[in-house]
């Protein structure tokens, strides 16, 4: 299948291959390109349109002209889209991206996009461990000693080569972006809440997919499913696989999963 590279009047890159909508609008986390991606387009790519974008400053996207935030995110998001063509979007927004996916509801509604995905996110809140790190990661003096203790524990110890090249590169980023997105996603947590109650304020509520691996502690599955016993809109499944980016062992599994479910939006 060809890749084709285009990019918005603003410079942010994205690629664009297959036929049908709703789209799938991949969304990486801060730090980390859309080649995260990778392993899965072709395989999302088979059944319907398939769009992934790197943010500005990221990959091959245009440098940022000085600081941004979470908003400009959406605008990059709601540029790709519009630039496209593409009348309604699934977003697919890997862990904190899940933010833009939020936002990208409540700016463009139900038509444009009618269901969500979300990928490796703390869709009931951030733990005090998570908020402790992000406040030494927001912190320049402590930036980089907290991005070399997230890398071992997201690979988890599973060896892909694939997998390690990527953290590699992601770990590269500089200092200041990763302040940044630890910034933004701290900001946003405490403007916001849990993921899922800022879903569910949303009119009408949208049909919500949460596909993680870790953690692997079988009492945070079952507080999501017992979540989603109470709110029909909400669905979880835990992935056959160990690391925080489980697109790179578990390509298939998420490809039929989200295909599932975009395809259920249809009927």
Request: glycine share 10%.
């Amino acid at each position: 299948m060809t890749r084709m590279t285009e990019r918005t009047d603003g410079g942010i890159a994205y690629d664009d291959i297959g036929r049908g909508e709703p789209a799938l609008l991949l969304l990486p986390g801060w730090c980390a390109p859309r080649r995260v991606f990778g392993p899965l387009m072709p395989r999302l790519g088979d059944k319907r349109r398939v769009l992934a974008l790197d943010w500005r400053g990221h990959g091959e996207s245009a440098s940022a002209a000085g600081d941004f935030g979470f908003e400009d995110l959406v605008d990059d998001a709601v540029a790709v889209i519009a630039a496209s063509g593409a009348e309604s979007v699934v977003p697919v927004g890997l862990s904190h991206a899940g933010w833009v996916v939020i936002e990208l509801r409540r700016r463009l509604g139900a038509d444009a996009v009618p269901g969500l995905v979300l990928l490796s996110w703390m869709v009931l809140g951030a733990p005090p461990p998570f908020v402790q790190a992000i406040e030494g990661m927001a912190n320049p003096a402590t930036t980089r000693a907290v991005v070399n203790d997230i890398m071992p524990m997201w690979a988890n110890g599973v060896d892909l080569v694939e997998l390690q090249t990527f953290l590699d590169d992601m770990a590269a980023t500089p200092d200041e972006m990763w302040a940044r997105g630890a910034r933004e996603i701290s900001a946003q947590f405490a403007r916001e809440g849990r993921p899922v109650d800022a879903i569910a304020q949303l009119n009408p509520v949208p049909p919500t997919l949460h596909l993680y691996a870790l953690p692997p502690d079988d009492a945070v599955l079952e507080a999501q499913q017992a979540f989603a016993a109470g709110a029909g809109w909400f669905e979880v499944h835990r992935l056959d696989a160990k690391t925080h980016f489980p697109m790179f062992e578990v390509p298939d599994q998420i490809a039929t999963l989200v295909e599932e479910f975009a395809g259920g939006l249809e009927r």
